[in-house]
């Protein structure tokens, strides 16, 4: 009976140590399994010569060989190197011709060379004096009871011009009659005698565009917008009460002009 009783007593520790041994040791064994099974897949082995100077070597394809030229035809670079037979690329010192470089003759940036710069805001004035002004009134080829714009003078064929006319005073004698003019500059003194007879002069500013929309209204369906002075110099030109500009201050309240579009509008009259 003691035998037995020992044996039951053996037996139920075992069953104890094998149920604690499940439960608080199963992580150990699986982290146990893990590290063999990487210890099985990544081997270090020992080097079989140790790192030295001598040993050194870059990357395959780091450098890349120098091209051997001149060593017999069956290097495919022999005889003339690849530069081909004769010519100037197949002299040696020479590479490639700098830009503008025609052999030796004269380039033709030295024989048509470029001087100065074109200015894009350049305008070319017409001169226009106040007798021939006169002489126009009195042939009945401009109406003086009416505002005298850029669009009268181009339609009388008084002068021809591109970018605007410039009123002068030669002949200021033999003006009589007060007239209303709209033109791009005035000379003080073709402003002075205008005045004296009890007219007006106001200096009006027209790009490309406006100046087509007011000499040709036909080709226009709508008439464009008129635009204000690009530049400093004009701003301040047609703002200037002495020279009559149209922006002024003590003219651009009491006077509207005629042939400035202050907004697009349909041209009932156009062509197209």
Not at 3 to 9: N, W
Not at 34 to 41: C, E, I, L, N, P
Not at 48 to 71: C, E, H, T, Y
Not at 114 to 142: S, V
Request: a positive charge; hydrophobic letters at 35%; glycine letters at 8%.
């Amino acid at each position: 009976m003691a035998t037995l009783r020992f044996g039951s007593t053996i037996q139920l520790l075992q069953r104890q140590f094998a149920t604690q041994l499940n439960v608080g040791s199963i992580r150990t064994l699986r982290q146990s399994a893990f590290y063999a099974s990487a210890a099985a897949t990544f081997k270090v082995e020992r080097p079989s010569q140790f790192v030295s100077l001598n040993a050194l070597r870059d990357n395959r394809g780091a450098r890349k060989a120098k091209k051997r030229v001149g060593r017999g035809h069956g290097s495919g670079h022999g005889k003339t190197c690849g530069r081909g037979h004769k010519g100037q690329k197949a002299r040696s010192g020479n590479s490639k011709p700098r830009p503008g470089f025609e052999g030796g003759q004269t380039p033709l940036m030295r024989v048509f060379p470029k001087r100065g710069f074109k200015n894009p805001m350049k305008r070319e004035l017409q001169p226009l004096n106040l007798d021939k002004i006169q002489h126009w009134i009195n042939t009945g080829r401009l109406d003086p009871t009416k505002p005298i714009t850029l669009k009268e003078i181009y339609q009388s064929n008084i002068v021809k011009f591109k970018d605007g006319v410039s009123l002068l005073a030669r002949g200021a004698e033999h003006l009589t009659t007060p007239i209303t003019l709209e033109v791009t500059k005035a000379s003080a003194k073709a402003i002075r005698r205008i005045e004296e007879l009890g007219g007006r002069v106001v200096c009006v500013y027209h790009n490309k565009l406006a100046l087509r929309a007011l000499t040709k209204p036909e080709k226009f369906a709508v008439l464009p917008k008129s635009a204000m002075p690009m530049t400093a110099k004009l701003r301040k030109l047609y703002a200037d009460p002495e020279r009559r500009g149209f922006l002024a201050p003590g003219i651009k309240d009491k006077y509207q002009p005629v042939s400035f579009n202050f907004e697009r509008r349909p041209n009932p009259n156009a062509a197209i």
